[in-house]
């Protein structure tokens, strides 16, 4: 019986990436590697491992195993001044297959099979797993590590394999994974390695102030909307929540424009989906696909960029329809809106609660939620019951409440007031949750405090999963489409590492292949295609209001959404896009992916722009960091940006958790307040400052030389 180990595939893809990366950035690496210091090297060794930990020479035992896997790893060796030892390594692991490497070492040193066995006889290096009557082949690269358990016939078998067990190229399967294992490791300190030097040696890179923790990016949802503090809160007439509606919209498409502008900005969410993705979390079985390499990173990028075009269409949709309510007088067409947007509400409650699941699932409620294996998309599920966690940790018990598929919109309303209620009487429990929790649990209580606002406004039906559903069936379509073409894109030239995105032209290039890929494969570019969906579901509504006004019954019942055509065939739908292309006047997309680097504010006021406030030094200083386009820009501390605000007259109003309203004063002649949420950590950094910066810059028209000292 045959049986192809996932390490296997694992040790394999990620030697494919190596080589494609040292064959790309192999000379640069070299360069870098020679001018660094002593420190500088250390600093880049330390950069890749867990807590910066490394071996400090080769009998280094603090690591336990380490020290027998990967010796040569270490700073003595690695980093002596001068040394070029780990060009050395990295050009033999990178250049050479991986049949070669179980051979040879680098620089005449034992090669892994060698190596792995030494380290048995002399070090008791032990698998964890016997695996018996099982064997291991490295005959050649085609079956490299293929392993064999023998079923009958034992000491036949055995005859058969001597030749090779004496040429060294079979092994009991318990060395072989030792050896895969070993070959793993280096594949992967090697590849990060290349990452981090770059990162230490790039002198073009863009706001290289990005997040620190690699598998947990920092990030930033200034949130829009808060949740009512109230469990009965008050009716909320239409028109602010319009208005509310619309403050959510804006604050996505600035978003998206930041994303497709800012290579900062677009590099901390693509590593956030990569790192966040379902393949890393155990399924029922307790598996993990190997999905730390570079072929993952063109679908993060994927999906980064088309979570964010798609969220932004949702709420666009969302203003439409409650627009279109407000002028709505027929019974029967107030029913169709109102039943389309209770689906539309419901999307992105799901897509909220899918995305708290994923961050959730890799961070800190990872033994609480599996993959399940048997579905297409990795669809993740609570395991074991939440309700164990009451005492012991009830933030994690509130937070798996909100995960479950039971879980709807009206009853997240209480796990959210749990958690409310749990981080003003406990602070120091927010922070726990990291930046990614934060921010997603964040955008679940934005939506979820819309729908119970909607609820008590207006009739709203539940959703209705069997009637046709105008925006939800479109944007499944989309998504389906562009699934089935993800395959097909591959951006490493631009994104492999991610932090390429950093150097000039590659994030911008990368957008570029991304919409003609799409524009190739799907008739029309990305931003069109959702610009398009969201006119031709207000065109059936508006077809739907024609036909209800012409309805005579007194007594006219919902007419179900499915009575609408069917829909059209993929082939039918690409090449009607096509011919659509051809005759679509020269305007961009209000969703555009590529976009000039900088974009029209039209929606800042002039007067406001010209205006010059005088302010304290402390003032100043806070807003000449927050408006800096320095690559060296730092951070702004929480506190600090409120007290600037404050000396402006701004009132600080708290609402929801982080969620905070800077109402301006009489004095400055500004109509609107904004909605910022306190980041993690009460610190503004990186993207965050950018993104606060165009929120200001939008609303406010201010500018760096808005503010002088008094």
């Not at 959703?463 to 894109?489: D, T, V």
């Not at 950018?690 to 609303?699: E, I, P």
Request: include cysteine; charge should be neutral.
């Amino acid at each position: 019986m045959m049986q192809y180990a996932s390490s296997i595939e694992a040790v394999k893809e990620l030697h494919s990436d190596l080589c494609r990366k040292y064959k790309r950035h192999g000379p640069k690496v070299q360069q870098i590697w020679r001018g660094l210091s002593q420190a500088q090297r250390t600093r880049a060794m330390k950069a890749g491992v867990a807590e910066g930990i490394v071996l400090r020479h080769a009998l280094d035992y603090s690591l336990n195993n380490v020290c027998k896997f990967t010796p040569e790893w270490n700073l003595r060796d690695i980093t002596a001044p001068s040394s070029d030892f780990f060009l050395d390594l990295l050009e033999h692991r990178a250049t050479k297959t991986l049949h070669e490497q179980y051979i040879d070492g680098c620089n005449g040193r034992p090669g892994d099979h060698e190596h792995i066995m030494e380290m048995m006889r002399t070090r008791n290096l032990r698998p964890a797993n016997p695996f018996k009557d099982c064997y291991s082949l490295f005959i050649d690269d085609q079956k490299y590590g293929q392993s064999v358990r023998i079923l009958k016939d034992h000491n036949e078998t055995l005859a058969a394999l001597a030749p090779a067990f004496r040429a060294g190229l079979c092994v009991p399967q318990s060395a072989g994974e030792l050896i895969i294992t070993r070959q793993i490791y280096m594949c992967q300190l090697l590849t990060i390695m290349i990452d981090d030097v770059l990162d230490v040696g790039s002198t073009t890179r863009s706001q290289q102030k990005t997040p620190p923790e690699r598998a947990q990016p920092a990030s930033a949802a200034l949130s829009t909307l808060a949740v009512a503090q109230s469990s009965k809160p008050g009716k909320v007439e239409l028109p602010v929540l319009v208005a509310n509606a619309i403050d959510r919209k804006s604050f996505l498409d600035e978003y998206l424009g930041l994303l497709c502008t800012e290579p900062v900005v677009l590099a901390h969410e693509v590593n956030l989906w990569f790192f966040s993705r379902p393949e890393l979390v155990a399924d029922e079985r307790g598996r993990i696909l190997p999905a730390l390499t570079d072929r993952y990173i063109s679908s993060a990028f994927v999906e980064a960029v088309h979570s964010a075009v798609n969220t932004a269409a949702i709420w666009n949709y969302i203003c439409r329809l409650l627009e279109l309510l407000q002028g709505a007088t027929n019974k029967a067409h107030r029913a169709t809106l109102l039943q389309e947007i209770s689906n539309v509400c419901h999307l992105e409650y799901n897509r909220a609660q899918s995305m708290l699941k994923r961050h959730l699932a890799t961070s800190i409620g990872s033994k609480w939620l599996k993959r399940i294996s048997n579905s297409s998309d990795h669809r993740l599920a609570v395991k074991g019951d939440p309700e164990l966690l009451t005492r012991e940790n009830p933030q994690l018990h509130y937070l798996l409440r909100l995960c479950q598929n039971e879980t709807n919109a009206q009853k997240a309303m209480h796990w959210v007031h749990k958690l409310d209620e749990l981080h003003r009487s406990h602070p120091s429990e927010r922070e726990v949750l990291g930046s990614r929790v934060a921010d997603s649990l964040c955008d679940l209580a934005i939506i979820v405090s819309f729908i119970q606002s909607l609820s008590l406004s207006v009739a709203i039906p539940p959703i209705n999963r069997k009637k046709r559903q105008f925006f939800a069936s479109g944007a499944a379509e989309l998504g389906a489409e562009l699934g089935q073409i993800k395959a097909k894109i591959d951006l490493t030239d631009f994104a492999a590492p991610i932090d390429n995105l950093l150097e000039p032209g590659m994030a911008e290039n990368a957008l570029k292949a991304l919409d003609q890929c799409i524009l190739d494969n799907m008739g029309t570019k990305m931003g069109f295609l959702y610009e398009d969906l969201i006119a031709d579901c207000t065109l059936r509504l508006e077809d739907r209001s024609i036909k209800d006004k012409a309805d005579q019954q007194a007594k006219a019942e919902f007419i179900p959404l499915s009575s609408e055509p069917a829909a059209l065939p993929q082939e039918a739908r690409v090449e009607g896009r096509k011919q659509k292309e051809k005759t679509r006047p020269a305007h961009s997309s209000i969703y555009e992916i590529t976009r000039p680097a900088e974009r029209p504010v039209e929606d800042v006021k002039t007067t406001e722009s010209m205006q010059t406030l005088t302010v304290k030094p402390a003032t100043a200083e806070t807003f000449y960091a927050l408006f800096s386009r320095s690559e060296a820009r730092g951070s702004v501390q929480w506190t600090a940006f409120e007290s600037a605000m404050a000396d402006l007259g701004f009132s600080i109003i708290p609402e929801y958790g982080s969620v905070y309203t800077f109402a301006p004063p009489s004095n400055l002649d500004l109509q609107k307040s904004i909605k910022l949420h306190r980041p993690h950590q009460s610190r503004i950094e990186g993207h965050q400052l950018l993104f606060l910066a165009s929120r200001l810059t939008r609303n406010y028209g201010w500018t760096s030389s808005t503010f002088q000292v008094a």
